[in-house]
């Protein structure tokens, strides 16, 4: 994933402003990009053939999980290979894991920052848990309709934190007139959308952390749903929106159920924390410290009866990486 978002951002390369340069051997001099994407084809060829080989070749010893490629073997057969079927398959088995894991990484990433420096959201949060859900079990997603502020903070995890501040490019596929302005036919355009989540004529006090913003009162309308800018737009929205926005809710209610997350102590004092973003297509939380604890003996007991319920289970790196492709 490292290796497409720096492919994806605009303006590194020489050979998007003058594509005839493609033409060229990785060798010449100035040729860079060539050498760079030959590595970046290695490691993409890698992340979709390896799994669907890994998956073959554990459901020929009887002894695979299921999954979405498990799933579609024995319901397809397997492809003849180099066929479209084989290439959807991996491909599409690829994209379900790429896709959601970097970018539900960095916004939770945001998130876990925001309960450091708003400690009484996390404090709202918790009471609306135990009310709910009580301490002797986990939040569910069959909680969530019950758990109208924790519902309202996988929205502003979202807009908070920008994942994709200037989004995906798209590009024009005829000549258009917005405004006033004429966009070209193949005119590359960049949605600005960290600036459409922190509009302050769309969201009052924009940089600060509030789900109350989404919740309906009285004397307040709910502010602009980010669900409507965060996955980007028309055609090239996220197919994972659904599936993304499911896991954030659970990673969130879930530890906040049973962690408090606080500013770490060093020689018995405070140390503030800073908020800061890393650059990127993909944009990343600065790294930062956090105490991270459990928030009672009895939640404490509560995660180690998990762990016995749901034990690790071990690792398939050693076979995966035997396994040719």
Same mark, same amino acid.
């Given at each position: 994933m490292g290796n497409l978002g720096a492919a994806l951002v605009p303006g590194v390369w020489i050979v998007d402003f003058i594509?005839?340069?493609?033409?060229?051997?990785?060798?010449?001099?100035?040729?860079?990009?060539?050498? &760079? =994407?030959?590595?970046?084809?290695?490691?993409?060829?890698?992340?979709?053939?390896?799994?669907?080989?890994?998956?073959?070749?554990?459901?020929?010893?009887?002894?695979? =999980?299921?999954?979405?490629?498990?799933?579609?073997?024995?319901?397809?057969?397997?492809?003849?290979?180099?066929?479209?079927d084989e290439i959807v398959m991996k491909w599409s088995a690829a994209a379900m894991y790429g896709g959601g894991s970097d970018t539900t990484i960095s916004t939770l990433g945001g998130f876990f920052l925001a309960m &450091?420096?708003?400690?009484? *959201?996390?404090?709202?949060?918790?009471?609306?848990?135990?009310? *709910?859900?009580?301490? %002797?079990?986990?939040?569910?997603?069959?909680?969530?309709?019950?758990?109208?502020?924790?519902?309202?903070?996988?929205?502003?995890?979202?807009?908070?934190?920008?994942v994709t501040p200037m989004g995906v490019v798209h590009s024009s596929s005829?000549? %258009?007139?917005?405004?006033?302005?004429?966009?070209?036919?193949g005119s590359q355009i960049l949605p600005n959308q960290w600036a459409f989540t922190h509009d302050p004529d769309v969201y009052l006090d924009a940089m600060a952390f509030k789900p109350e913003r989404f919740l309906?009162?009285? %004397?307040? *309308?709910?502010?602009?749903?980010?669900?409507?800018?965060?996955?980007?737009f028309g055609r090239r929205i996220c197919p994972g929106r659904t599936l993304?926005?499911?896991? &954030?809710?659970?990673?969130? =209610?879930?530890?906040?159920?049973?962690y408090s997350f606080t500013k770490p102590i060093k020689n018995g004092k405070?140390? %503030?924390?800073?908020?800061?973003?890393?650059?990127?297509?993909?944009?990343? *939380?600065?790294?930062?410290e956090v105490g991270i604890k459990p928030r009672s003996k009895q939640h404490e007991a509560l995660l180690k009866e998990l762990e016995i319920k749901y034990p690790w289970e071990e690792g398939h790196a050693a076979e995966l990486s035997q396994v040719k492709f």
């Open positions: 594509p005839f340069l493609r033409h060229i051997p990785a060798w010449f001099p100035g040729a860079t990009f060539k050498r &760079v =994407a030959e590595n970046f084809k290695e490691s993409a060829r890698a992340w979709n053939c390896q799994p669907y080989e890994f998956v073959r070749h554990q459901m020929s010893q009887n002894k695979h =999980a299921p999954s979405y490629l498990s799933g579609l073997l024995e319901s397809k057969g397997v492809p003849e290979p180099g066929s479209f &450091v420096l708003y400690p009484d *959201v996390q404090r709202k949060a918790q009471e609306e848990i135990d009310r *709910v859900v009580g301490t %002797d079990r986990l939040p569910s997603f069959s909680d969530r309709e019950n758990l109208p502020y924790i519902d309202a903070m996988v929205k502003e995890a979202l807009r908070w934190h920008s005829e000549d %258009d007139m917005y405004e006033g302005y004429f966009i070209p036919k309906a009162t009285e %004397d307040h *309308v709910p502010e602009r749903d980010p669900h409507l800018l965060a996955f980007g993304a926005d499911s896991n &954030v809710y659970l990673s969130i =209610a879930q530890s906040l159920a049973v405070e140390v %503030d924390v800073e908020p800061k973003f890393l650059n990127g297509v993909i944009s990343h *939380v600065a790294p930062f």
